[in-house]
């Protein structure tokens, strides 16, 4: 049932964005496919990466996207947290956070980032790959979450053409909030999904579970709480001071 209401609900989320214009692009990310990076986030590059700025991910999503919650410094790339307020176009979220996504839109290969997560009942911690409608493509997505509930564990799962529940929970062997790790997404034409952490490969994907996705994504991080899903991600109640999910790099290999 938990893995049932939250396809459900990720799946009314992304149809109530494409219908608002939530997930909407600056005009010039409709982008080629991008080649192999290494970005370590000494600075905002512009050239690869954009903030989310005023609106929601919809319903699922507690929380509207302000670019003045990414910032860059000393190496780290960090995705802020707080009950500031947001524009309109947040539809009234109570709170605030920040999202970071590529211009371009990437194929086959092996995607990197090395981070630390947020440890707090009800919020999630992501890296992940997305395309959907605001691309002009069904949607697909592969991702990597920390559920602020149990920083022990990571969840992976994807979707293809708007479908996932392909969900499984990996025990990482550390608290994902307590330090920066390395986790990999590994995407390989030849019909496989592998998932690492710290290089140690935890999880694989060979469609036996449903088709595989085979659309190019754009590579993405966010840090969000959760309303209606407390099955999920257990319920949030905001601490009165901002939570930062951390992040050192993003690699991209292209295979």
Same mark, same amino acid.
């Given at each position: ?12 989320? !992304? ?5 608002? &214009?939530?997930?909407? =692009? ?19 590059? $512009?050239?690869? #990466?954009?903030?989310?700025?005023? #609106? ?7 929380? &509207?996207?302000?670019?003045?919650? !990414? ?13 500031? $307020? ?8 109570? %709170? ?21 997560? *947020?440890?707090?009942?009800? $919020? ?5 790959? %997305?395309? /959907?409608?605001?691309?002009?493509? +069904?949607?697909?997505?592969?991702? !990597?979450?920390? =559920?602020?509930?149990?920083? $022990?564990?990571?969840?992976?799962? %994807? ?5 996932? @529940? ?6 990482? /062997? ?20 592998? #998932?690492? *952490?710290? @290089? ?6 060979? /469609?036996?579970?449903?088709?595989? +996705? ?8 966010? =840090?969000? +709480?959760?309303?209606? !899903?407390? /099955? ?9 001071? +901002? ?13």
């Amino acid at each position: 049932m938990q893995r049932l209401t939250r396809t459900l609900a990720v799946a009314v989320t !992304v149809a109530l964005a494409a219908v608002t &214009g939530a997930v909407q =692009l600056p005009s010039a990310a409709h982008a080629a496919i991008g080649g192999s990076f290494t970005d370590n986030f000494t600075s905002f590059d $512009t050239s690869r #990466w954009y903030k989310a700025d005023g #609106w929601s991910n919809g319903s699922m999503f507690n929380v &509207g996207w302000r670019a003045d919650h !990414v910032w860059f410094n000393g190496g780290v790339m960090g995705l802020n947290l707080d009950n500031a $307020t947001c524009p309109a176009g947040c539809s009234g979220k109570p %709170y605030a956070s920040g999202e970071l996504r590529t211009t371009d839109l990437y194929s086959y290969g092996r995607f990197e980032v090395r981070m630390k997560a *947020v440890k707090r009942s009800g $919020t999630v911690t992501s890296f992940f790959t %997305y395309t /959907g409608p605001s691309d002009g493509q +069904p949607w697909d997505e592969i991702d !990597v979450e920390i =559920l602020g509930k149990d920083t $022990t564990r990571m969840q992976t799962n %994807y979707f293809t053409n708007g479908v996932g @529940g392909h969900e499984a929970i990996i025990n990482l /062997g550390f608290d994902a909030s307590a330090g920066f790790h390395n986790y990999a997404i590994e995407w390989w034409n030849q019909g496989t999904i592998n #998932w690492f *952490v710290d @290089g140690r490969l935890v999880h694989q994907e060979n /469609g036996s579970r449903g088709p595989l +996705p085979t659309r190019p994504q754009r590579i993405m991080a966010n =840090l969000w +709480p959760g309303i209606g !899903v407390d /099955g999920w991600l257990g319920p949030f109640t905001y601490p009165g001071s +901002p939570l930062t999910a951390r992040y050192e790099w993003v690699k991209y290999t292209k295979y």
